[in-house]
């Protein structure tokens, strides 16, 4: 045992004896130059990472936002100024100059390539007309129509289409036809039946790219801005279903449309009319100026709902927003017939729409209709532009007079807004 034991503290003591053989192995000091290479290096692949990331984002988004973004943006239509003219800086008179053929051609091309870039932002609609009755009462089954759209706005999920609300069938599918010939279902938005038109929508993920690689938004103009003897071009299918173009002037800016709770103004053309038209009027920078509408009264000339007038409501019927409706036709009380007469200035109402929210509340024909909300209101235009100010189902206090056999009293008037649909 004792051997045995001298043998393990030799051993131990062996160990201790070749301790000095035992090495720590240290690295180099650090190379600056080498440290600095590779910090550069992994700086360069970090920016090509990046930039590969970025491109195929930036590639993927329009596919990803077509295919899972379902939530439309909110839709703003600037709005012009009324009083608003076109600054016309003074010239200095210079030498007229005879135009020759070739400035007649190189012009009517110029205007040729407006009206080109105009189609990339019309639409064709088409679809089944609703039931019409014959002139012997016979009710018969509408056709196919078509009519002619353009695109205003893009909220990211549709693109919304103004066109007049012609009477398509409620149950029957309406295709738009785009600029390059493809097709897709489309929806009514919102429309109003009192002014006659409508905002349709074509949901984006339909289409193809390259069809939506061509569609232009249109810009809309300030019609306020427009006078009598400024060219105009007729575009979508202005004179039916021909889709042909139309070059004019303006013939006349200050006459109006009377319609259902409203008036608005019209720009009518020297180019012939037809009932069947539709499309937009342009000015030769190529902005929507009007929306081709029929008036019985237009002489038979083409005319268009003057565009600024009609922007909040595009706004409004692009967010899928109602317009408010009472249910009123009337016409001003001018100062002079209030004095002849001896009325009280505001709007004469020569009747109400039955079962509308206005004969509900008990407004009658020869009421005159003098405040919405304690605004004073004296035109058709003043009582429309009020009510946009208000969603449909709010309620709305009307004042005015009515004739009773000591003259007129006043009266008022809680009026529940329908929608214009």
Not at 238 to 265: H, M, Q
Not at 276 to 285: E, F, Q, Y
Not at 317 to 340: K, P
């Amino acid at each position: 045992m004792s051997a045995e034991f001298h043998d393990d503290n030799r051993s131990e003591e062996e160990k201790e004896s070749y301790s000095f053989l035992k090495e720590t192995i240290k690295k180099p000091p650090l190379n600056k130059k080498a440290v600095l290479l590779k910090m550069l290096k992994i700086a360069g692949l970090g920016v090509i990472f990046g930039l590969g990331a970025c491109a195929g984002f930036s590639a993927a988004k329009p596919w990803v936002d077509s295919h899972f973004n379902n939530n439309p943006t909110s839709v703003t239509i600037p709005q012009d100024d009324k009083d608003e003219e076109e600054e016309n800086p003074e010239e200095t008179p210079q030498e007229t100059q005879a135009l020759t053929l070739d400035d007649y051609e190189e012009m009517y091309r110029q205007i040729d390539d407006v009206a080109k870039m105009a189609e990339k932002s019309l639409v064709r609609l088409s679809g089944s007309a609703g039931e019409e009755k014959t002139e012997d009462g016979q009710t018969i089954q509408g056709g196919q129509i078509e009519i002619s759209g353009v695109i205003v706005a893009d909220n990211g999920v549709e693109y919304l289409i103004l066109a007049q609300n012609s009477a398509f069938q409620a149950d029957q599918p309406v295709k738009a036809a785009f600029y390059d010939g493809n097709q897709v279902d489309v929806s009514v938005k919102k429309r109003d039946t009192a002014l006659g038109i409508a905002v349709y929508a074509a949901p984006k993920s339909s289409l193809p790219d390259n069809t939506k690689e061509q569609i232009v938004k249109a810009t809309l103009g300030n019609s306020n801005a427009a006078s009598r003897g400024d060219p105009v071009i007729a575009a979508g299918m202005p004179f039916g279903a021909d889709g042909r173009v139309g070059l004019g002037i303006i013939s006349e800016t200050a006459n109006t449309k009377l319609c259902i709770d409203g008036e608005y103004p019209i720009l009518n053309t020297d180019m012939p009319g037809t009932a069947s038209g539709s499309g937009v009027l342009l000015n030769l920078k190529g902005e929507v100026l009007g929306v081709i509408c029929r008036e019985e009264d237009d002489g038979g000339v083409l005319s268009a709902l003057a565009i600024s007038e009609l922007k909040e409501e595009i706004e409004l019927m692009s967010n899928g927003i109602g317009i408010s409706y009472t249910g009123i036709e009337g016409t001003e009380v001018s100062d002079a017939v209030a004095d002849s007469q001896e009325m009280p200035k505001g709007i004469y109402v020569s009747s109400t729409v039955p079962d509308s929210p206005a004969m509900k509340a008990g407004i009658q024909s020869g009421d005159i209709l003098t405040e919405v909300e304690d605004t004073k209101v004296y035109t058709m235009s003043a009582y429309r532009q009020e009510l946009m100010d208000y969603r449909p189902g709010s309620h709305i206090t009307i004042k005015g007079m009515r004739r009773s056999n000591d003259g007129y009293v006043d009266i008022q008037f809680e009026v529940a807004l329908g929608s214009a649909e």
